[in-house]
């Protein structure tokens, strides 16, 4: 039986919250980048204590930086245009097409019942986060 996309999505969005899925889109290359900014500009203060100081510094105030940056996955999957969603879809629903169900309904109860399915559903998220939106996921809380 086909599913639509937005119910598709509603599946995704109940595995994430289920595993706790989180991701930063946009700023985790910021902490990155400020890590080693930091280390270099304390190479060239102190030498090489400096760069060990400043990458130190630098690691915990870009983590910082990017840890208010994550998001729920399921908030960003209702975010998502409809062609990513589309995208998203065709992968997820690659997975449940040859599984035996009637609705909806019926198809969520059997994924979150089925450690195996939800674990196949929360990694075919993560890589659509990282290969399309350049994502970095982490799991619960």
Not at 33 to 56: K, S
Request: hydrophobic share 50%; proline share 4%.
């Amino acid at each position: 039986m086909p599913i639509h996309v937005d119910q598709m999505m509603q599946l995704l969005c109940r595995v994430s919250r289920e595993k706790g899925m989180k991701a930063a889109v946009k700023h985790s290359g910021q902490g990155a980048l400020l890590a080693g900014a930091t280390a270099f500009v304390g190479g060239l203060v102190g030498g090489p204590p400096g760069i060990a100081v400043g990458g130190a510094l630098g690691g915990l105030l870009g983590a910082w930086m990017t840890s208010e940056q994550f998001k729920p996955v399921s908030q960003i999957i209702m975010e998502l245009p409809p062609a990513e969603k589309q995208k998203l879809y065709k992968e997820a629903f690659a997975i449940v097409k040859n599984l035996d169900w009637i609705d909806v309904l019926e198809l969520t109860l059997f994924v979150m019942q089925n450690a195996d399915l939800k674990f196949l559903l929360a990694k075919t998220v993560e890589r659509f986060f990282t290969r399309e939106l350049s994502a970095q996921i982490k799991y619960g809380e």
